[in-house]
Protein backbone atom coordinates (compact mmCIF):
# COMPACT_ATOMS: atom_id res chain seq x y z
CA UNK A 1 0.00 0.00 0.00
CA UNK A 2 2.98 2.13 0.10
CA UNK A 3 2.61 4.48 3.76
CA UNK A 4 3.13 3.56 6.94
CA UNK A 5 0.78 2.26 9.79
CA UNK A 6 -0.54 4.16 12.71
CA UNK A 7 -0.53 2.37 15.59
CA UNK A 8 -4.34 2.07 17.04
CA UNK A 9 -3.27 -0.09 20.67
CA UNK A 10 -1.32 3.43 21.19
CA UNK A 11 -3.96 5.65 20.12
CA UNK A 12 -6.68 3.76 22.33
CA UNK A 13 -4.74 3.29 25.45
CA UNK A 14 -3.84 7.22 25.38
CA UNK A 15 -7.39 8.32 24.95
CA UNK A 16 -8.48 5.59 27.35
CA UNK A 17 -6.19 6.76 29.82
CA UNK A 18 -6.85 10.84 29.14
CA UNK A 19 -10.55 10.02 29.45
CA UNK A 20 -10.94 7.98 32.58
CA UNK A 21 -8.83 11.09 34.66
CA UNK A 22 -11.01 13.85 32.57
CA UNK A 23 -14.38 12.01 33.42
CA UNK A 24 -14.07 11.72 37.46
CA UNK A 25 -12.78 15.65 37.52
CA UNK A 26 -15.96 16.63 35.54
CA UNK A 27 -18.08 14.48 37.43
CA UNK A 28 -16.90 16.44 40.52
CA UNK A 29 -17.29 19.90 39.01
CA UNK A 30 -20.78 18.49 37.76
CA UNK A 31 -21.82 17.89 41.46
CA UNK A 32 -20.31 20.82 43.20
CA UNK A 33 -21.78 23.28 40.23
CA UNK A 34 -25.29 22.05 39.84
CA UNK A 35 -24.42 22.39 36.13
CA UNK A 36 -26.38 20.36 33.51
CA UNK A 37 -23.33 21.39 30.68
CA UNK A 38 -20.79 19.85 32.74
CA UNK A 39 -23.19 16.76 34.22
CA UNK A 40 -23.46 16.15 29.88
CA UNK A 41 -19.45 16.53 29.62
CA UNK A 42 -18.92 14.16 32.33
CA UNK A 43 -20.86 11.22 30.89
CA UNK A 44 -19.43 11.95 27.64
CA UNK A 45 -16.02 11.54 28.84
CA UNK A 46 -17.80 8.18 31.04
CA UNK A 47 -19.33 7.12 27.52
CA UNK A 48 -15.24 7.94 25.74
CA UNK A 49 -13.80 6.00 28.28
CA UNK A 50 -16.03 2.80 28.17
CA UNK A 51 -15.79 2.96 24.19
CA UNK A 52 -11.64 2.88 24.61
CA UNK A 53 -12.14 -0.16 26.43
CA UNK A 54 -14.92 -1.48 24.26
CA UNK A 55 -11.75 -0.53 21.35
CA UNK A 56 -9.33 -2.79 23.87
CA UNK A 57 -11.36 -5.76 24.03
CA UNK A 58 -12.46 -5.87 20.20
CA UNK A 59 -8.73 -5.77 19.40
CA UNK A 60 -7.70 -8.90 22.05
CA UNK A 61 -10.82 -11.12 21.04
CA UNK A 62 -9.87 -10.52 16.84
CA UNK A 63 -6.85 -12.19 18.10
CA UNK A 64 -8.20 -15.40 19.48
CA UNK A 65 -7.75 -18.78 17.59
CA UNK A 66 -10.98 -20.52 17.63
CA UNK A 67 -10.83 -22.41 14.33
CA UNK A 68 -12.97 -25.03 15.13
CA UNK A 69 -16.06 -22.29 15.96
CA UNK A 70 -14.57 -19.70 14.03
CA UNK A 71 -12.93 -21.65 10.87
CA UNK A 72 -12.54 -17.62 9.21
CA UNK A 73 -10.92 -16.36 12.49
CA UNK A 74 -12.77 -13.62 14.77
CA UNK A 75 -10.60 -10.42 13.43
CA UNK A 76 -14.49 -9.29 12.97
CA UNK A 77 -14.51 -8.77 16.60
CA UNK A 78 -13.09 -5.30 15.90
CA UNK A 79 -15.95 -4.67 13.96
CA UNK A 80 -18.66 -5.39 16.39
CA UNK A 81 -16.84 -3.49 19.46
CA UNK A 82 -15.99 -0.31 17.30
CA UNK A 83 -20.13 -0.47 16.95
CA UNK A 84 -21.04 -0.85 19.98
CA UNK A 85 -18.89 2.18 20.57
CA UNK A 86 -21.32 4.27 18.56
CA UNK A 87 -24.45 2.90 20.32
CA UNK A 88 -22.67 4.26 23.16
CA UNK A 89 -21.65 7.74 21.89
CA UNK A 90 -24.97 8.11 20.83
CA UNK A 91 -27.20 6.54 23.67
CA UNK A 92 -25.09 7.19 27.06
CA UNK A 93 -23.56 10.54 25.68
CA UNK A 94 -25.59 12.03 23.49
CA UNK A 95 -29.23 11.29 24.28
CA UNK A 96 -28.40 11.35 27.82
CA UNK A 97 -26.63 15.04 27.36
CA UNK A 98 -30.24 16.09 25.23
CA UNK A 99 -31.96 14.97 28.33
CA UNK A 100 -30.27 17.17 30.96
CA UNK A 101 -30.11 20.20 28.37
CA UNK A 102 -34.15 19.75 28.09
CA UNK A 103 -34.30 19.59 31.91
CA UNK A 104 -32.66 22.25 32.59
CA UNK A 105 -34.53 24.54 30.04
CA UNK A 106 -37.99 23.37 31.56
CA UNK A 107 -36.89 23.02 35.64
CA UNK A 108 -34.51 26.07 35.98
CA UNK A 109 -32.84 25.77 39.66
CA UNK A 110 -33.10 28.36 41.64
CA UNK A 111 -29.66 28.49 42.93
CA UNK A 112 -26.36 27.04 41.53
CA UNK A 113 -23.11 26.29 43.07
CA UNK A 114 -19.94 27.68 42.64
CA UNK A 115 -19.07 27.62 38.47
CA UNK A 116 -15.29 28.24 39.25
CA UNK A 117 -14.18 24.75 39.59
CA UNK A 118 -16.41 23.74 36.26
CA UNK A 119 -14.69 26.26 34.27
CA UNK A 120 -10.82 25.55 35.52
CA UNK A 121 -11.77 21.47 35.27
CA UNK A 122 -13.30 22.38 31.56
CA UNK A 123 -9.75 24.03 30.79
CA UNK A 124 -7.58 21.62 32.24
CA UNK A 125 -9.84 18.74 29.91
CA UNK A 126 -9.74 20.95 26.91
CA UNK A 127 -5.35 20.88 27.04
CA UNK A 128 -5.83 16.98 27.32
CA UNK A 129 -8.05 16.40 25.24
CA UNK A 130 -6.14 18.01 22.36
CA UNK A 131 -2.98 16.01 23.58
CA UNK A 132 -5.10 12.80 23.40
CA UNK A 133 -6.77 14.33 19.26
CA UNK A 134 -3.24 14.84 18.58
CA UNK A 135 -1.90 11.32 19.26
CA UNK A 136 -4.68 10.35 17.26
CA UNK A 137 -4.35 12.80 14.47
CA UNK A 138 -0.75 11.98 13.90
CA UNK A 139 -1.24 8.35 14.10
CA UNK A 140 -4.11 8.36 11.84
CA UNK A 141 -1.87 10.35 9.15
CA UNK A 142 0.53 7.51 9.01
CA UNK A 143 -2.05 5.40 7.95
CA UNK A 144 -4.00 7.06 5.24
CA UNK A 145 -1.04 7.71 3.72
CA UNK A 146 -1.49 10.06 0.04
CA UNK A 147 -5.89 9.63 0.75
CA UNK A 148 -7.54 12.54 1.54
CA UNK A 149 -8.43 13.67 5.23
CA UNK A 150 -12.19 12.58 4.51
CA UNK A 151 -11.50 9.74 2.26
CA UNK A 152 -9.59 7.88 4.88
CA UNK A 153 -11.39 8.57 7.79
CA UNK A 154 -14.90 6.85 6.09
CA UNK A 155 -12.90 4.34 3.48
CA UNK A 156 -10.52 2.82 6.22
CA UNK A 157 -11.08 -0.61 7.20
CA UNK A 158 -9.90 -0.58 10.36
CA UNK A 159 -12.15 1.64 12.35
CA UNK A 160 -9.79 2.00 15.46
CA UNK A 161 -7.95 5.10 14.54
CA UNK A 162 -10.45 6.80 12.95
CA UNK A 163 -13.21 6.11 15.89
CA UNK A 164 -11.06 7.40 18.59
CA UNK A 165 -9.84 10.32 15.88
CA UNK A 166 -13.87 11.14 15.88
CA UNK A 167 -14.41 10.72 19.73
CA UNK A 168 -11.33 13.00 20.29
CA UNK A 169 -12.83 15.86 17.82
CA UNK A 170 -16.67 15.31 19.73
CA UNK A 171 -14.53 16.12 22.79
CA UNK A 172 -12.66 19.21 21.46
CA UNK A 173 -15.94 20.55 19.97
CA UNK A 174 -17.69 19.71 23.03
CA UNK A 175 -15.53 20.94 25.40
CA UNK A 176 -15.62 24.37 23.56
CA UNK A 177 -19.30 24.72 23.43
CA UNK A 178 -19.36 23.57 27.37
CA UNK A 179 -16.81 26.42 28.17
CA UNK A 180 -18.76 29.18 26.14
CA UNK A 181 -22.02 27.83 27.82
CA UNK A 182 -20.87 27.92 31.51
CA UNK A 183 -18.55 31.45 30.91
CA UNK A 184 -21.56 32.69 29.39
CA UNK A 185 -24.37 31.54 32.43
CA UNK A 186 -21.92 32.92 34.72
CA UNK A 187 -22.17 36.51 33.09
CA UNK A 188 -25.58 36.41 32.83
CA UNK A 189 -26.74 34.54 35.43
CA UNK A 190 -28.97 32.84 32.96
CA UNK A 191 -29.09 29.21 33.72
CA UNK A 192 -30.85 28.50 30.36
CA UNK A 193 -27.33 28.66 28.69
CA UNK A 194 -26.07 26.18 30.65
CA UNK A 195 -29.11 24.29 29.45
CA UNK A 196 -28.50 25.21 25.64
CA UNK A 197 -24.97 24.23 26.08
CA UNK A 198 -26.08 20.53 27.21
CA UNK A 199 -28.34 20.54 24.24
CA UNK A 200 -25.74 21.56 21.56
CA UNK A 201 -23.54 18.62 23.22
CA UNK A 202 -25.83 16.08 22.82
CA UNK A 203 -26.99 16.72 19.66
CA UNK A 204 -23.32 16.90 18.49
CA UNK A 205 -22.37 13.39 20.12
CA UNK A 206 -25.55 11.88 18.37
CA UNK A 207 -24.50 13.11 14.92
CA UNK A 208 -20.58 11.11 15.89
CA UNK A 209 -22.77 8.39 17.14
CA UNK A 210 -24.44 7.96 13.70
CA UNK A 211 -21.99 8.59 11.61
CA UNK A 212 -19.73 5.21 12.81
CA UNK A 213 -22.77 3.48 12.81
CA UNK A 214 -23.24 4.06 9.41
CA UNK A 215 -19.24 3.35 8.88
CA UNK A 216 -19.10 0.30 11.19
CA UNK A 217 -22.26 -1.24 9.87
CA UNK A 218 -20.90 -1.45 6.50
CA UNK A 219 -17.75 -2.97 7.80
CA UNK A 220 -19.98 -5.67 9.15
CA UNK A 221 -22.12 -6.33 6.28
CA UNK A 222 -18.98 -7.00 4.46
CA UNK A 223 -16.70 -4.63 2.71
CA UNK A 224 -14.32 -5.58 -0.09
CA UNK A 225 -10.74 -4.35 -0.64
CA UNK A 226 -10.02 -0.54 -1.47
CA UNK A 227 -9.35 0.11 -5.48
CA UNK A 228 -5.89 0.45 -4.87
CA UNK A 229 -5.18 -3.08 -3.10
CA UNK A 230 -7.39 -4.73 -6.00
CA UNK A 231 -5.51 -3.25 -8.35
CA UNK A 232 -2.20 -4.69 -6.83
CA UNK A 233 -3.34 -7.93 -6.22
CA UNK A 234 -4.27 -8.41 -10.38
CA UNK A 235 -0.46 -6.76 -10.93
CA UNK A 236 0.97 -9.49 -8.93
CA UNK A 237 -1.26 -12.25 -10.27
CA UNK A 238 -0.40 -11.53 -13.97
CA UNK A 239 2.81 -11.10 -13.11
CA UNK A 240 3.25 -14.92 -12.02
CA UNK A 241 4.39 -17.87 -14.35
CA UNK A 242 1.99 -19.32 -16.07
CA UNK A 243 -0.71 -16.54 -15.35
CA UNK A 244 -2.77 -16.01 -18.55
CA UNK A 245 -5.84 -13.97 -16.96
CA UNK A 246 -7.26 -12.68 -13.93
CA UNK A 247 -11.02 -13.62 -15.17
CA UNK A 248 -12.90 -12.80 -11.60
CA UNK A 249 -11.52 -11.27 -8.02
CA UNK A 250 -13.60 -11.29 -5.30
CA UNK A 251 -12.63 -10.04 -1.50
CA UNK A 252 -13.99 -9.36 1.86
CA UNK A 253 -12.50 -8.05 4.88
CA UNK A 254 -12.80 -10.29 7.78
CA UNK A 255 -10.91 -7.44 10.17
CA UNK A 256 -8.64 -4.82 9.30
CA UNK A 257 -5.74 -6.75 8.46
CA UNK A 258 -7.37 -10.16 7.47
CA UNK A 259 -8.90 -10.32 4.15
CA UNK A 260 -10.40 -13.37 2.16
CA UNK A 261 -9.25 -13.50 -1.43
CA UNK A 262 -11.11 -15.60 -4.28
CA UNK A 263 -9.92 -15.76 -7.62
CA UNK A 264 -10.92 -16.92 -11.22
CA UNK A 265 -7.46 -17.69 -12.62
CA UNK A 266 -6.75 -18.65 -16.48
CA UNK A 267 -3.43 -21.04 -16.68
CA UNK A 268 -1.49 -21.93 -19.29
CA UNK A 269 -2.52 -24.53 -21.54
CA UNK A 270 0.33 -27.10 -21.18
CA UNK A 271 0.52 -27.33 -17.56
CA UNK A 272 -0.70 -30.77 -16.00
CA UNK A 273 -2.13 -31.58 -13.09
CA UNK A 274 1.07 -31.36 -10.64
CA UNK A 275 2.23 -28.18 -12.54
CA UNK A 276 -1.15 -26.46 -11.76
CA UNK A 277 -0.90 -26.84 -8.41
CA UNK A 278 2.40 -25.67 -8.12
CA UNK A 279 1.35 -22.59 -10.15
CA UNK A 280 -1.01 -22.16 -7.63
CA UNK A 281 0.59 -22.31 -4.78
CA UNK A 282 3.42 -20.09 -6.23
CA UNK A 283 0.85 -16.93 -6.92
CA UNK A 284 -0.79 -17.46 -3.49
CA UNK A 285 2.59 -17.26 -2.18
CA UNK A 286 3.34 -14.26 -4.54
CA UNK A 287 0.61 -12.59 -3.17
CA UNK A 288 0.99 -12.97 0.40
CA UNK A 289 4.50 -11.70 0.37
CA UNK A 290 3.69 -8.14 -1.29
CA UNK A 291 0.07 -8.33 0.92
CA UNK A 292 0.00 -9.95 3.71
CA UNK A 293 -3.16 -9.29 5.04
CA UNK A 294 -4.60 -11.88 2.55
CA UNK A 295 -5.03 -14.56 4.91
CA UNK A 296 -7.35 -16.72 3.17
CA UNK A 297 -6.72 -17.18 -0.62
CA UNK A 298 -8.57 -19.31 -2.96
CA UNK A 299 -7.63 -19.89 -6.96
CA UNK A 300 -10.00 -21.71 -8.70
CA UNK A 301 -8.45 -22.38 -12.05
CA UNK A 302 -10.33 -21.68 -15.40
CA UNK A 303 -9.67 -23.17 -18.92
CA UNK A 304 -11.11 -20.06 -20.79
CA UNK A 305 -9.22 -17.31 -21.81
CA UNK A 306 -10.74 -14.13 -23.23
CA UNK A 307 -7.85 -11.54 -25.26
CA UNK A 308 -10.60 -8.77 -24.84
CA UNK A 309 -11.05 -8.45 -21.02
CA UNK A 310 -9.67 -5.53 -19.94
CA UNK A 311 -7.77 -6.06 -16.26
CA UNK A 312 -9.69 -2.85 -14.77
CA UNK A 313 -13.03 -4.95 -15.71
CA UNK A 314 -12.14 -8.08 -13.87
CA UNK A 315 -15.68 -9.32 -12.24
CA UNK A 316 -15.95 -8.99 -8.64
Known amino acids: MGHGHGDPKKVVIAALLGNAGIALAKFVAAFISGSATMMAEAVHSLADTANQGFLLLGMKLSD ?5 RYPLGRSKETYFWAFIVSLFLFFLGGVFAIYEGVHKLTSPPGETGSQLVPMI ?73 DGVGSLVIG ?46 LLSLHLGPESVLLALKVSFTAELDLPQLEVAINELEERIRQELPQMKKIFVEPDSRYDATLDPSTVAS
Open 64 to 68: KNTPD
Open 121 to 193: VLGVSLVMEGMSFRVAFREFNKSRGRKGFLAALFESRDPTIPVVLLEDSGAVFGLLFAFAAVGITVITGDSRV
Open 203 to 248: VLLCTIGVALARDTRSLLIGEGVTPEVRERVLQVAHGAPHVLQVRQ
